[in-house]
């Protein structure tokens, strides 16, 4: 067989930079599309890692299946250690040819192969993506997938796992037949009946129109495509249960699945299996992330909850009791719990400043306490002994000192510590 290559590939009309690449080698016969995906460099790294790693195992003589896993560990390997790249992944769709009227279609992701046959299209390969998933559940209509949100979202690609199960498709050939492959930004752009209206010409032109084609149809991702032309086949080697006089039927007959099996013909229960793994290895990092996050937001709360501190209110008059962290902590914002009823005015320069800056934080006892000793600095007692500590002449204060409060203050029970605390405050200034 002998099959005639020609490409195109370009950044489109969004992206600023292009991740896909191709590999076109006709000496070892490996024709193939990777799209790139990770941030700019960590798609480009991740698909040009794969086509120089399939290169490299097609030339020791490994199988199309094995040159893809190869490609696999390159690519977590280039990953490892380096944080620019980390989590870089890639789709790979490779086609080689076969002995006799075949070639053998290797995928992974959702960049696709299709052969064009007389004129008529299919689709020779299935996406690994969410929305594929979906349609072959039921869940969405072929429709519906086209303009789904989640189109993008895909379930199997290279480097994202330490293995990769590769899909395998045997699919015959005749002269004159046409294969592209290509990446997402084409299909995505692009119906069937689209594909097949640019792809006709030559080689080079086909691959051109189409990718002009979908930078017409808005270009949102980069674009690349191979165009396969079958020049020459082996018609000896023809499967007899062919019928190369009915198109239809032959396209529909053609299209053996080597491994693994039709995706139509895999159990539903298998497909959902995989599902579950994967939300549960989602929940696994998810869960612990909640966990911790709620454990922390309820420590805060209950510190936060339980603080108490004493400063003036929202207008800066009135001496009070906040419930709380002063300027709050996670969302949780401070608030009065108790009004004191004392004046700011009436308070010392330095108690002002104090008290505005907050302080006494603790408990409600702690700041009830720091509230009353303001407070009983505005006795009466406070502002007659005041003098005291000034007078030039003790001796003399002293004795005034000490009956003063016993005239205002009805008690003497009380005045008699202040008479001492007077006394003793004397005889050291003397």
């Known amino acids: 067989m002998r099959l005639l290559a020609a490409w195109a590939s370009d950044v489109g009309r969004v992206r600023s930079g292009n991740e896909d690449a191709l590999l076109v080698d006709e000496?070892?016969?490996?024709?193939?599309?990777?799209?790139?995906?990770?941030?700019?460099?960590?798609?480009?790294?991740?698909?040009?890692?794969?086509?120089?790693?399939?290169?490299?195992?097609?030339?020791?003589?490994?199988?199309?299946?094995?040159?893809?896993?190869?490609?696999?560990?390159?690519?977590?390997?280039?990953?490892?250690?380096?944080?620019?790249?980390?989590?870089?992944?890639?789709?790979?769709?490779?086609?080689?040819?076969?002995?006799?009227?075949?070639?053998?279609?290797?995928?992974?992701?959702?960049?696709?192969?299709?052969?064009?046959?007389?004129?008529?299209?299919?689709?020779?390969?299935?996406?690994?993506?969410?929305?594929?998933?979906?349609?072959r559940e039921g869940q969405l209509t072929e429709e519906q997938a086209e303009?789904?949100?989640?189109?993008?979202?895909?379930?199997?690609?290279?480097?994202?796992?330490?293995?990769?199960?590769?899909?395998?498709?045997?699919?015959?050939?005749?002269?004159?037949?046409?294969?592209?492959?290509?990446?997402?930004?084409?299909?995505?752009?692009l119906s069937d009946q689209e594909i097949v209206a640019a792809a006709h010409g030559d080689g080079r032109s086909a691959a051109n129109r189409l990718v002009d084609a979908a930078n017409e149809a808005g270009g949102t991702d980069n674009i690349t495509v191979v165009v396969l032309d079958v020049t020459e086949v082996d018609e000896s080697a023809a499967l007899v249960d062919l019928a190369p006089d009915n198109a239809t039927d032959r396209l529909e007959s053609t299209i053996v699945l080597d491994l693994p099996p039709e995706p139509d013909d895999e159990p539903t229960s298998r497909r959902r299996g995989e599902q579950l793994i994967r939300w549960v290895r989602v929940a696994l990092v998810i869960v612990p992330i909640v966990v911790i996050a709620t454990i922390a937001y309820l420590a805060v709360w209950r510190y936060a909850s339980t603080q108490y501190?004493?400063?003036?209110?929202?207008?800066?008059?009135?001496?009070?009791?906040?419930?709380?962290?002063?300027g709050g902590v996670m969302g949780f914002e401070p608030t009065i719990v108790e009004r004191s009823g004392l004046r700011t005015g009436t308070l010392t320069e330095s108690e002002r400043l104090r008290v505005r800056g907050g302080y006494c934080e603790g408990s409600r006892v702690r700041a009830?306490?720091?509230?009353?000793?303001?407070?009983?600095?505005?006795?009466?007692?406070?502002?007659?002994?005041?003098?005291?500590?000034?007078?030039?002449?003790?001796?003399?204060?002293?004795?005034?000192?000490?009956?003063?409060?016993?005239?205002?203050?009805?008690?003497?029970?009380?005045?008699?510590?202040l008479v001492a605390d007077n006394a003793t405050a004397g005889a050291a200034d003397a």
Do not use: K
Request: glycine share 10%.
């Open 27 to 135: 000496r070892l016969g490996v024709f193939a599309v990777a799209d790139g995906m990770g941030g700019h460099r960590g798609g480009e790294v991740a698909s040009s890692t794969a086509v120089e790693a399939v290169r490299a195992a097609l030339a020791t003589g490994a199988a199309i299946d094995g040159a893809i896993r190869a490609a696999n560990l390159a690519i977590r390997d280039r990953a490892f250690g380096d944080p620019e790249v980390a989590g870089m992944g890639t789709t790979f769709t490779a086609v080689v040819p076969l002995e006799g009227p075949s070639v053998l279609v290797g995928h992974v992701g959702d960049s696709r192969a299709y052969l064009i046959h007389e004129g008529m299209i299919r689709r020779l390969t299935r996406d690994h993506s969410l929305v594929e998933d979906l349609v």
């Open 147 to 189: 303009s789904h949100p989640q189109r993008s979202i895909i379930t199997r690609a290279l480097g994202i796992e330490p293995d990769v199960d590769v899909d395998l498709y045997t699919v015959t050939v005749a002269a004159g037949d046409r294969i592209l492959i290509c990446s997402d930004g084409l299909s995505d752009m």
């Open 368 to 417: 009830r306490e720091c509230i009353d000793q303001l407070r009983s600095a505005r006795s009466p007692s406070t502002s007659t002994t005041a003098p005291t500590t000034t007078s030039p002449t003790t001796t003399s204060t002293t004795g005034p000192a000490a009956s003063t409060p016993t005239t205002r203050r009805p008690s003497p029970s009380t005045t008699a510590p």
């Open 309 to 326: 501190y004493v400063s003036t209110d929202e207008s800066g008059g009135e001496v009070v009791i906040w419930r709380g962290v002063q």
